[in-house]
T-cell receptor, first 116, second 115 residues
Framework: GENVEQHPSTLSVQEGDSAVIKCTYS??????FPWYKQELGKRPQLIID?????GEKKDQRIAVTLNKTAKHFSLHITETQPEDSAVYFC???????????????FGKGTKLSVKP | DTEVTQTPKHLVMGMTNKKSLKCEQH?????MYWYKQKAKKPPELMFV???????INESVPSRFSPECPNSSLLNLHLHALQPEDSALYLC??????????????FGPGTRLTVL
């Protein structure tokens, strides 16, 4: 099955700086890679996702890059703001789970702190 | 409407109680999920329903019993839980299930405490 590693586990940046979170996955058949933001006590919310037929996707200050050969993908947040402070989870699809596909395996999360 | 709702928000129960968690979505999604999330950990998949049929049971103890009465509703029946079952229980839904990776939308969760 799929295994997702996420680094770093904690990240502290100054407001206005950029933040980068990296994930690696093990199953080369995985084809969908979402990123979720979870604020304390709240639900995980999708912030951006990418499919395996695309190398990069951008949405305002947030971008995701995917390197299928190396099996890693990264989240880039530019011009960080205090409200970006949260735990961020990457995920990848588990394509070989008991015959069913499309289920997500999550990384362990990155706690991002943006200091004013 | 891109919202998944869950009730109750908080639940405290004893180890001998029977309770149920409820989840509802009106997005026409055909896959629904139950996750368990402990503090400072990622969500862990428990069950997946695809087209109202249980497609995945992640070796979850029988004290957790899922039910999908129709395509919009998902229940999780709880009985004889242990204190270590205390966690945030998240429901999610996606457009398709079993064969296609679609965006999963999460509900706000039920914070469960087992005494």
């Amino acid at each position: 099955g799929e295994n997702v590693e996420q680094h770093p586990s904690t990240l502290s940046v100054q407001e206005g700086d950029s933040a980068v979170i990296k994930c690696t996955y093990s199953d080369s058949a995985s084809n969908y890679f979402p990123w979720y933001k979870q604020e304390l006590g709240k639900r995980p919310q999708l912030i951006i996702d990418i499919r395996s037929n695309v190398g990069e996707k951008k949405d305002q200050r947030i971008a995701v890059t995917l390197n299928k050969t190396a099996k890693h993908f990264s989240l880039h947040i530019t011009e960080t703001q205090p409200e970006d402070s949260a735990v961020y989870f990457c995920a990848a699809t588990d394509m070989n789970y008991g015959g069913s596909q499309g289920n997500l395996i999550f990384g362990k999360g990155t706690k991002l702190s943006v200091k004013p | 409407d891109t919202e998944v709702t869950q009730t109750p928000k908080h639940l405290v129960m004893g180890m001998t109680n029977k309770k149920s968690l409820k989840c509802e979505q009106h997005m026409g999604h055909r896959a629904m999920y139950w996750y368990k999330q402990k503090a400072k950990k990622p969500p862990e998949l428990m069950f997946v329903y695809s087209y109202e049929k249980l497609s995945i049971n992640e070796s979850v103890p029988s004290r957790f019993s899922p039910e999908c009465p129709n395509s919009s509703l998902l229940n999780l029946h709880l009985h004889a839980l242990q204190p270590e079952d205390s966690a945030l229980y998240l429901c999610a839904s996606s457009q398709e299930g079993g064969g296609r990776a679609d965006t999963q939308y999460f509900g706000p969760g039920t914070r469960l405490t087992v005494l």
